[in-house]
Structure formats: structure tokens, C-alpha cells
């Protein structure tokens, strides 16, 4: 008799056994899942936190870039302003010599520096042909500071003496009132 009762544990055991399994094993299923969507959620939420702190470094990468453009700019305009502090209109230059030359001066070279100052190198029949045309330039309100710092004999042309000089001279962009 004894082996009959143990028979008839096992028989409630087992029918019952199987459904107490197949309810862990839904158990277990629904927390997997139940987990495996918390983890789903959880990404998301870090992908679209990443997503968006990725958008906003590259907004602060294009202004950046902007203000490198502008700041490469700003240094741009301020070389070309330099260059143009140097820069020499020699066209107004050379107008606003041969408007003051005096007989028989002939201009040989013209030349500049850093410094803006003209210098002009020439050759005149006469010292009193020099003398007048450094009177002449000094009467020009554009052509500043005159003076000429050389003057040579330049050697004889069929009798006639001819002397070199040189002059230097600021020019002024505008005239001076």
C-alpha cells in the first residue's frame, strides 16, 4: 500500500507539476521581456539625449567656424587697409610732377619705401632749373616736405652741362588746406 500512495503523489505531482512549470516559464518570459523592453526604453532615451548633444557641438562647432571666418576676415580687411597706408598712386604722383616741371627737366626714375616717401631721381640743364622746380613743388599743397638731397653734374651733352639730382617729397592723397 505504501507504494501506491507514493504513486499517487507523483500522479497529482505531476499533472499539477506541469502547470506550476509552464506558469514560471510565462513568469519568467513576461520579466525578459518586461526587462528587455525597460532596456529598450532606457537606449532610446540615451540615443535621443546623444543625439541631441551631438546636434548641439555641431552647432557650437559652425559658429565657431563662422567666427573664425569672420575673425579671418577682420585680419583680411586689416592687411589690405596696411597695404593700402603703402600703397602709392603713382599715377597722381607722376600728374602732379609734370604739372610742376620747369624747362628742360627730364625725370628719370620714381621710387617709394615703406615710409610712403617719393624720391625722384632727374636731370636738369641748370642749378637755377633745380632750384626752381624744388620752389615750385614746395607751392603744391599735395607734394609735401620737398628737398632735394643730391645734386651732381651729370656730364656734358654737345656743350651743354646737364646736372643730376634727387629729390624726395611726401605725397598727400588729398591736398592739404
Not at 625725370?107 to 632727374?122: A, C, E, K, Y
Request: a positive charge; proline letters at 2%; charged letters at 20%.
Amino acid at each position: 500500500m505504501q507504494t501506491h500512495e507514493v504513486y499517487e503523489q507523483r500522479s497529482f505531482l505531476g499533472g499539477q507539476g506541469a502547470t506550476w512549470v509552464v506558469l514560471v516559464l510565462v513568469g519568467l518570459s513576461v520579466l525578459v521581456a518586461s526587462w528587455v523592453s525597460w532596456q529598450h526604453r532606457v537606449l532610446s532615451q540615451q540615443r535621443v539625449q546623444a543625439t541631441q548633444a551631438l546636434e548641439q557641438k555641431r552647432q557650437v562647432v559652425q559658429q565657431l567656424a563662422k567666427t573664425g571666418q569672420v575673425a579671418q576676415k577682420s585680419r583680411a580687411q586689416e592687411v589690405l587697409g596696411r597695404a593700402e597706408a603703402y600703397r602709392v598712386e603713382w599715377s597722381r604722383v607722376v600728374g602732379e610732377i609734370l604739372r610742376q616741371e620747369t624747362g628742360g627737366v627730364q625725370f628719370l626714375n620714381f621710387s617709394s619705401g615703406r615710409d610712403r616717401r617719393i624720391s625722384v631721381s632727374g636731370t636738369a640743364p641748370s642749378m637755377e632749373v633745380i632750384a626752381k622746380l624744388l620752389e615750385t613743388l614746395k607751392s603744391n599743397p599735395r607734394i609735401q616736405n620737398p628737398f632735394i638731397s643730391e645734386v651732381s653734374e651729370a656730364g656734358k651733352a654737345k656743350t651743354k652741362k646737364k646736372f643730376g639730382f634727387s629729390l624726395t617729397f611726401d605725397f598727400a592723397k588729398e591736398p592739404s588746406s
